[in-house]
């Protein structure tokens, strides 16, 4: 089992930062997977970025691209994310998963993870 706890969730002015850290305990390995999805009000959940823990891969989605980076601190056992040049259209729960198992596709579905985190509640104010 894998427990994920996210933090650094908040309400920030339109065009503002914030760091979004994913505290990952149990049966983690370097064979891992860490994903961040969100979920808006009345709309599906969907893929942000995911980072393979070993190598340090990343992919993200087109619509955060260039404005937000995902990260890991191994010593830490902690993935973040860093968001920049916010939107009020990223205002959403934000979620933290892990897959236990290591692929190389862009792992961008939510059922391709088998760990999830309670989200953190990120607000961008127009």
């Known amino acids: 089992q894998v427990q994920l706890v996210e933090s650094g969730g908040g309400l920030v002015q339109a065009g503002g930062s914030l760091r979004l850290s994913c505290a990952a305990s149990?049966?983690?390995?370097?064979?891992?997977?860490m994903g961040w999805f969100r979920q808006a009000p009345g709309k599906e959940r969907e893929f942000v970025a995911r980072i393979m823990w070993s190598a340090g891969i990343t992919h993200y989605a087109d619509s955060v691209k260039g404005r937000f980076t995902i990260s890991r601190d191994n010593a830490k056992n902690t993935v973040y994310l860093q968001m920049g040049s916010l939107k009020p259209e990223d205002t959403a729960v934000y979620y933290c998963?892990?897959?236990?198992?290591?692929?190389?596709?862009?792992?961008?579905?939510?059922?391709?993870?088998?760990?999830w985190g309670q989200g953190t509640q990120v607000t961008v104010s127009s």
């Open positions: 149990g049966r983690t390995g370097s064979s891992y997977v």
């Open positions: 998963a892990a897959r236990a198992r290591l692929d190389i596709g862009p792992l961008d579905r939510g059922y391709q993870y088998d760990y």
